[in-house]
């Protein structure tokens, strides 16, 4: 059981756009920043959004983030086929004193 | 060009121990904390211990406290894991990655490729 909650699956056509939820507590996103990354199938995990809604330096502004309370979102635009992949929302947690993750999302492009 | 390559993965019987090495290139390695994620097979992200900078702060998850050990040498940019008391549910491809920041409060902006261990008899 993951600290922060993210459904295990979400598909969209291509074109269109989709959200990805991350719910968590004030201990975690409710406090500290959020960041979410994308993990391609047989690859290692990259960096998508961090502090929120920071994109990083070489990733498609398509990928975009927000954050309210203690639930954050990823949104994905003009879904393209490459998009298809796990995603994982992570933030500090202060009790645990570590960070923490979601159980990851697998997108599918239909 | 920035780059970690993590490395010392391998076959160990539980119980057993095993020392995991992160060879970090491109940055200014005592500038940011790094931490280990791993990942079990089939399944999502796990972290599993960070250090500070300067080495002078660690922290653990509660699935490892006592049975691992990270550190680094800032000397030669490397980060270490020592893992002892190995059990099954150990098994995992292990990742290094790099923190934004001196204290892990940032996030994982550069991975490893990662290296596997595998606990079994």
């Known amino acids: 059981q993951s600290v922060l909650t993210q459904p295990p699956s979400v598909s969209e056509a291509p074109r269109q756009r989709v959200t990805i939820s991350c719910s968590g507590s004030?201990?975690?996103?409710?406090?500290?920043?959020v960041n979410w990354y994308q993990q391609l199938p047989g690859k290692a995990p990259k960096l998508l959004i961090y502090?929120?809604?920071l994109v990083p330096s070489g990733v498609s502004d398509r990928f975009s983030g927000s954050k309210s309370g203690t639930s954050a979102s990823l949104a994905i635009s003009g879904l393209q086929s490459e998009d298809e992949a796990d995603y994982y929302c992570?933030?500090?947690?202060?009790?645990?004193?570590?960070?923490?993750f979601g159980g990851g999302t697998k997108l599918t492009v239909l | 060009e920035v780059q970690l390559l993590d490395s010392g993965g391998g076959l160990v019987q539980p119980g057993g121990s095993l020392r995991l090495s992160c060879a970090a290139s491109?940055?200014?390695?005592?500038?940011?904390?790094m931490s280990w994620v791993r990942q079990r097979p089939g399944k999502g992200l796990e972290w599993v211990s960070a250090?500070?900078?300067?080495?002078?702060?660690?922290y653990y998850a509660d699935s490892v406290k006592g049975r691992f050990t990270i550190s680094r040498d800032n000397s030669k940019n490397t980060l270490l894991l020592q893992m002892n008391s190995l059990r099954v549910e150990d098994t995992a491809i292990y990742y290094c990655?790099?923190?934004?920041?001196?204290?892990?409060?940032?996030?994982?902006?550069?991975w490893g490729h990662g290296t596997m261990v595998t606990v079994s008899s």
């Open positions: 004030s201990s975690n996103i409710g406090t500290n920043a």
């Open positions: 250090i500070s900078g300067s080495g002078g702060s660690t």
């Open positions: 990655t790099k923190d934004s920041d001196t204290a892990p409060a940032g996030a994982f902006d550069i």
């Open positions: 502090y929120d809604d």
């Open positions: 992570a933030g500090w947690d202060d009790s645990l004193n570590g960070w923490v």
């Open positions: 491109g940055f200014t390695f005592t500038s940011y904390a």
